[in-house]
């Protein structure tokens, strides 16, 4: 599953953050999701959820933000708003788009104990 590797590299993140704070305990982790990724944010929950088991960060709230998707418009030379990918742009109707924002998912901030 997809997200299950998500959530594991997202926990090593994680981990690896909290440690160099010297943390013992990770309480909330908050997390940012491009509108674009195709990541499945019920099955993520479920996900960090199995995976943060017996972890520093288990029983960490999960907070999903979620980053709007956006893209280079060639005949407009700027960027637009952009849904989804495959969409024309919505200012002029070409698809001549390059993806530039909302893409991607990753860890904004946690917060340690
Ligand atoms: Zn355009």
Request: hydrophobic content about 40%; some cysteine; aromatic content about 4%.
């Amino acid at each position: 599953m997809h997200e299950m590797a998500l959530a594991e590299s997202m926990l090593e993140i994680v981990e690896a953050t909290a440690r160099r704070h010297g943390a013992t305990r990770v309480s909330e982790v908050r997390l940012e999701i491009g509108a674009l990724s195709h990541v499945a944010v019920d099955a993520l929950r479920f996900c960090f959820d199995a995976v943060t088991r017996g972890s520093m960060a288990q029983g960490a709230t999960l907070t999903i933000e979620s980053t709007p998707g956006e893209a280079w418009c060639m005949p407009c030379g700027g960027r637009v708003a952009l849904a989804q990918v495959g969409e024309p742009c919505p200012r002029c109707g070409s698809y001549q788009l390059t993806v530039t924002r909302g893409e991607d998912m990753r860890v904004k901030d946690i917060a340690i104990e």
